[in-house]
């Protein structure tokens, strides 16, 4: 049985695609080789403009999911490259999970009467074309189709690297979305997970727009500001907050138009000091989040690129006193390197026709084996 597969994740965050390559023949995963293709400025703004309605969006969404899809292949082929230095050779790949680009989540009926839906771009029949290896692909769909959220799908794969015997282990992803999953000790309970709010898709937004830069380095841009508490308590008003798990969200919510609708009485306010509110927004639900239901934890393990944001991370151990706040990287993972091994572990579950989901996460009606199988 080959052991091997390539998980490839594009988050909210819009930044880019990252790729691995994993083998599973151990009692451990291995992470043998890791690549990542950055988005182009204009693909990034096509991407973000298909999250909302506009001309001709059937025509565009299918050509962006193309041009993922020739994106996607490079970080493969960078894999199998690495790879075959180490004696991985293409025909010894099992399958490449494909994660796809979120850009429509609404999996609560709506109105009561019909089911959700979720959407990612992709297009894994042209990435099987153009790799020769299976492709697994639109993860989500069967667990909304089953009445859950499809999303998070990662907690029960952090279950299996991040999980002790005997302890309580949080583990927060800082991606554009942000969200948590609660470990307890074996055999002592289900596991919990949800999209906490935002993450880092608000403050990228922002940054960006006052500063021209993609992101805020290290959070030092939020650093140099203060809190408008205000402004903090509006944001922190959204009914999102007040729903109790299952729960996920998006950029369908989380959006610049939401933002600038919340931002209207704001106006005098400096930029700097709405990036760390934006900060302390990302920061607090997370916060709540581990209060409320890892409470017991003594440890919240950060991946995702929020990790690698200082500001972030020192509010966030400000906030939890009672835990060690820590980068993956300490646990044999680098933060940009767990979601994409997550869809590499969800394709070899649905090649081997085991369970992907968590009812407990996702409030599914059962286990669902996720994912929809393209041939090389």
């Known amino acids: 049985m080959l052991t091997h597969y390539i998980g490839l994740m594009s988050g909210t965050s819009l930044d880019g695609?990252?790729?691995?390559?994993?083998?599973?023949?151990?009692?451990?995963?291995?992470?043998?080789?890791?690549?990542?293709?950055?988005?182009?400025?204009?693909?990034r703004a096509e991407l973000l403009a298909l999250n909302t309605s506009g001309p001709d969006e059937l025509h565009r969404a299918a050509m962006a999911a193309n041009q993922l899809a020739a994106r996607y292949a490079r970080v493969v082929q960078s894999l199998v490259q690495q790879g075959a230095a180490l004696d991985v050779t293409a025909d010894r790949i099992a399958a490449i999970g494909a994660h796809g680009q979120t850009v429509r989540h609404q999996p609560a009926p709506v109105p009561p009467a019909e089911a959700g839906y979720t959407l990612q771009l992709n297009n894994p029949a042209l990435l099987a074309e153009l790799t020769g290896i299976d492709v697994v692909a639109d993860f989500r769909s069967r667990d909304v189709a089953a009445g859950g959220q499809g999303a998070p799908l990662a907690p029960a794969f952090h279950q299996g690297v991040f999980g002790q015997a005997d302890a309580t282990v949080c583990?927060?992803?800082?991606?554009?979305?942000?969200?948590?999953?609660?470990?307890?000790?074996?055999?002592?309970?289900?596991?919990?997970?949800?999209?906490?709010?935002?993450?880092?898709?608000?403050?990228?937004?922002?940054?960006?727009?006052?500063?021209?830069?993609?992101?805020?380095?290290?959070?030092?841009?939020?650093?140099?500001?203060?809190?408008?508490?205000g402004l903090l308590a509006s944001l922190l008003d959204d009914p999102y907050f007040a729903v109790p798990p299952p729960k996920s969200t998006g950029r369908d919510l989380f959006s610049l138009a939401w933002l600038d609708q919340k931002l209207a009485a704001f106006s005098g306010e400096r930029p700097e000091d709405i990036q760390n509110t934006l900060a302390e927004f990302t920061v607090s639900p997370c916060v709540t989040g581990v209060n409320s239901y890892g409470k017991d934890s003594k440890r919240l393990v950060?991946?995702?690129?929020?990790?690698?944001?200082?500001?972030?991370?020192?509010?966030?151990?400000?906030?939890l006193p009672q835990c060690r706040v820590e980068s993956s990287e300490l646990h044999g993972l680098p933060p940009l390197q767990v979601e994409a091994a997550a869809f590499a572990w969800l394709a070899r579950q649905t090649q081997q026709r085991l369970p992907g989901n968590l009812p407990s996460v996702t409030g599914a009606a059962g286990p669902r084996v996720l994912g929809a199988i393209y041939p090389a």
Do not use: K, Y
């Open 17 to 43: 695609a990252d790729g691995v390559l994993v083998d599973f023949s151990g009692d451990t995963l291995r992470v043998l080789a890791s690549a990542t293709e950055t988005f182009p400025t204009a693909f």
């Open 171 to 229: 583990v927060l992803n800082l991606g554009g979305i942000s969200n948590l999953s609660v470990l307890p000790p074996a055999g002592q309970g289900a596991v919990l997970g949800f999209d906490c709010g935002t993450g880092n898709a608000l403050m990228d937004a922002w940054c960006q727009r006052h500063t021209g830069e993609a992101f805020d380095a290290g959070g030092a841009w939020a650093a140099s500001g203060r809190l408008l508490p």
């Open 302 to 319: 950060v991946c995702g690129g929020g990790a690698f944001n200082q500001h972030l991370m020192a509010r966030l151990q400000a906030g």
